[in-house]
């Protein structure tokens, strides 16, 4: 059982390029999470989604998107990435949105130029 | 707002000695209370987890106790190993709040040196 993947596991990016983070699990877990990782910052939540077909914000979901197609898979997109958006990108999975326990999977390095 | 307020880092112990992380809270209703550690180049684990107040949570050595009366959930270790360097969250879940997703601490770095 992997748990959680995330893709790529680092990138550099031009600024103003678009990209899509990725990240499967095959928990059957119904709730996923995003989260952005800044030093001296701890952890914050970018946008989550309860179950399939759902999403919403967290607190910081400012130029990026995502989308719940199915239960596996929750992409973070961001459309024209900036260099405050360096950052270490994590995706988190639950039960469900009443499940407290948070699963997590090993990050994405992104660095925009 | 829930919040949480840990210790500020590096922690830099000898092996075999004691740990103490400090991690307070302030939430709105009863929250469970977690520990979570990231080891490096790793995402979070749950390390231990407490729900209501004078729980102890445990795994791996470390433990921490749910003090409603302090509101605070302070990770201890009695002897610590080279293996336990890595990054500490203190987390809380506060449903009164209005949402089972964790608010995290900032992190603290334990570096633990032969």
């Known amino acids: 059982i992997a748990g959680i993947t995330q893709a790529p596991t680092s990138q550099i990016l031009a600024a103003g390029r678009r990209m899509t983070l990725r990240c499967t699990q095959d928990m059957r877990h119904n709730a996923m999470y995003w989260y952005r990782q800044d030093l001296g910052l701890g952890l914050r939540l970018i946008h989550y989604s309860n179950t399939a077909g759902t999403t919403g914000k967290g607190e910081v979901p400012d130029g990026y998107s995502v989308s719940r197609a199915n239960t596996d898979d929750f992409p973070l997109t961001l459309a024209s990435a900036v260099p405050s958006q360096t950052s270490v990108y994590f995706c988190?999975?639950?039960?469900?949105?009443?499940?407290?326990?948070?699963?997590f999977g090993p990050g994405t390095r992104l660095t925009v130029l | 707002g829930d919040s949480v307020t840990q210790m500020e880092g590096p922690v830099t112990l000898s092996e075999e000695a004691f740990l103490t992380i400090n991690c307070t809270y302030t939430?709105?209703?009863?929250?469970?209370l977690f520990w979570y550690v990231q080891y490096p180049g790793e995402g979070l684990q749950l390390l231990l987890k407490?729900?209501?107040?004078?729980d102890k949570g445990s795994n791996k050595g470390f433990e921490a106790t749910y003090r409603k009366e302090t509101t605070s959930f302070h990770l201890e270790k009695g002897s610590v190993q080279v293996s336990d360097s890595a990054v500490y969250f203190c987390a809380l879940s506060d449903p009164a709040g209005g949402s089972y997703i964790p608010t995290f601490g900032r992190g603290t770095s334990l570096i633990v040196h032969p």
């Open positions: 407490a729900t209501k107040a004078d």
């Open positions: 939430a709105t209703g009863y929250p469970s």
């Open positions: 988190a999975s639950s039960v469900d949105s009443s499940t407290d326990t948070q699963y």
